[in-house]
């Protein structure tokens, strides 16, 4: 089966750092995604892992681990605008693209 | 830079009814994907297509089609409308199967 899980909601300050965790349990692997979805709008795409190691990109961070089916996102000094739903995603096994979506984690920056 | 075009941006249709929503993907881009969200749920993959064939199929209803045309833009034909049926449908466009996707800004479907 697949199975991706990550925090429901997390709380941080602003100008803090703050790690989003996600594991994954899937049928092959092609690739995790990191998207950052405010409320009723599109998913905004953030990065891309698909070897193991870290993958820098401004205040953004991914890391991932294949053997232990495991991700994080690092988010830097934390504005309020980052306030937003996290969702992990990966694209299975098969050359079809699709993405297969965690149920996305809540954060919550306050002053 | 041109980003994903979803139409129309909301969509208001009363039960048994039909409503095709469609997608113009970011130039370049040959590879579509449909996906539905309900409110406080992650994006469930419905369907998707390279080069304008099917390349992959979710849990997408009977009462649902879609194609992709020879210009690469998408069209997902929603019939029997249902009020389960009211959700964010999103188009997500990419340059290959590997590579990222891309999100429009969805269309808001209400059945009523």
């Known amino acids: 089966g697949q199975n991706i899980d990550q925090p429901t909601e997390m709380t941080a300050t602003e100008g803090a750092i703050v790690q989003i965790n996600c594991t994954y349990q899937t049928s092959g692997f092609n690739g995790l995604f990191w998207y950052q979805q405010h409320a009723g709008e599109a998913p905004t795409f953030l990065s891309y892992n698909v070897l193991d190691g870290l993958e820098e990109k401004g205040r953004f961070s991914s890391f991932l681990s294949r053997s232990k089916g495991y991700s994080y996102l690092l988010l830097k000094e934390l504005q309020m605008k980052d306030s937003a739903s996290y969702l992990c995603a990966v694209k299975g096994s098969g050359n079809t693209g699709k993405l297969i979506f965690g149920q996305g984690t809540t954060l919550q920056v306050k002053p | 830079a041109a980003g994903v075009i979803q139409s129309p941006r909301h969509l208001i249709k009363e039960k048994r009814e039909t409503a095709t929503l469609k997608c113009y993907p970011i130039?370049?881009?040959?590879?579509v994907y449909w996906y539905q969200q309900g409110p406080g749920q992650d994006p469930q993959f419905l369907i998707s297509f390279y080069e304008k064939m099917q390349s992959d199929k979710g849990s997408i209803p009977d009462r649902f089609s879609a194609q992709q045309f020879s210009d690469y833009h998408s069209e997902l034909n929603m019939s029997s409308l249902e009020l389960g049926d009211s959700a964010l449908y999103f188009c997500?466009?990419?340059?290959?199967?590997?590579?990222?996707?891309?999100f429009g800004q969805g269309t808001r479907l209400t059945v009523v």
């Open positions: 997500a466009s990419s340059q290959g199967l590997q590579n990222e996707a891309f």
């Open positions: 130039p370049r881009h040959d590879t």
